[in-house]
């Protein structure tokens, strides 16, 4: 603190005691009219683009100096800070030295991707691909592993399940009689829940197998046609009931 003191005393050519007080007063919450007109007596009279500027100053330098200790502690984190560099660091003068210093250690920014990779999975977020490749992408895994609590309308499930992959999704009302227990995959309540179920599956090859099959078969029940055919009835079925009340209307 006492070093920003000084470096603003000198930029304003001001006495340091005067600088002091005005930075005393700012820290306290006062405005600069308020410290310009009714405390003359602490600054020298200082008007108030003075004042001002003394403001911003001290906003930058401080900025400046928690920079330079944040950009150290992320170099020292890698063994990499020397007694040079952080000499260097500590006399920059400006943000824009600080962040010059640290570009050759400044580490990526950790995407999924780059997490996932450094866990050993190799992972590939792909974006959106055409409509009719979106079988192919599912079939490239052997299990569908969702921890979504919010697959309203389940569409991902159908998908997975049309394309022959089994799921295993967090239990949700939604999807009841959609991904069976044991059958065509799991819901499971918890974590312990979730790993005994994956063991099982990745531990089971005839299991896998079996699901598998009858995972194509159980969305042959959620299909466009079984849709249409549902609906169809259903429809029949009211206009069936329907039909007695509106000739009894007619007569």
């Not at 450094?118 to 969702?146: C, I, N, Q, S, W």
């Not at 531990?203 to 598998?212: A, S």
Request: contains cysteine; charged residues 30%.
């Amino acid at each position: 603190m006492d070093s920003i003191i000084t470096q603003l005393a000198q930029e304003l050519n001001q006495p340091d005691r005067y600088v002091e007080n005005v930075v005393r007063l700012l820290d306290e919450g006062n405005t600069i009219p308020f410290i310009a007109r009714y405390r003359k007596e602490l600054h020298g009279a200082m008007d108030d683009t003075t004042l001002r500027n003394l403001e911003e100053r001290l906003n930058y330098l401080r900025g400046l100096q928690e920079r330079r200790e944040a950009v150290k502690n992320a170099i020292a984190q890698q063994d990499k800070l020397t007694e040079e560099l952080a000499t260097a660091i500590d006399s920059a003068a400006t943000l824009a030295e600080v962040e010059d210093l640290y570009r050759p250690y400044k580490q990526k920014r950790r995407t999924r991707a780059t997490i996932a990779r450094e866990k050993g999975l190799d992972v590939v977020f792909t974006g959106m691909v055409p409509h009719g490749e979106v079988a192919d992408y599912y079939r490239l895994g052997d299990l569908f592993v969702t921890a979504s609590t919010s697959e309203t309308q389940g569409l991902t499930y159908f998908e997975a399940l049309a394309a022959g992959v089994p799921v295993l999704c967090r239990r949700d009302p939604c999807v009841d009689g959609v991904v069976e227990d044991g059958i065509n995959g799991w819901q499971y309540d918890s974590g312990e829940d979730f790993g005994r179920c994956l063991s099982s599956f990745c531990g089971d090859k005839v299991l896998r197998e079996r699901m598998r099959a009858a995972a194509r078969e159980s969305s042959e029940k959620f299909s466009a046609e079984a849709f249409g055919a549902a609906a169809a009835r259903l429809y029949a079925s009211v206009e069936e009931d329907a039909m007695p009340a509106a000739v009894g209307a007619r007569w």
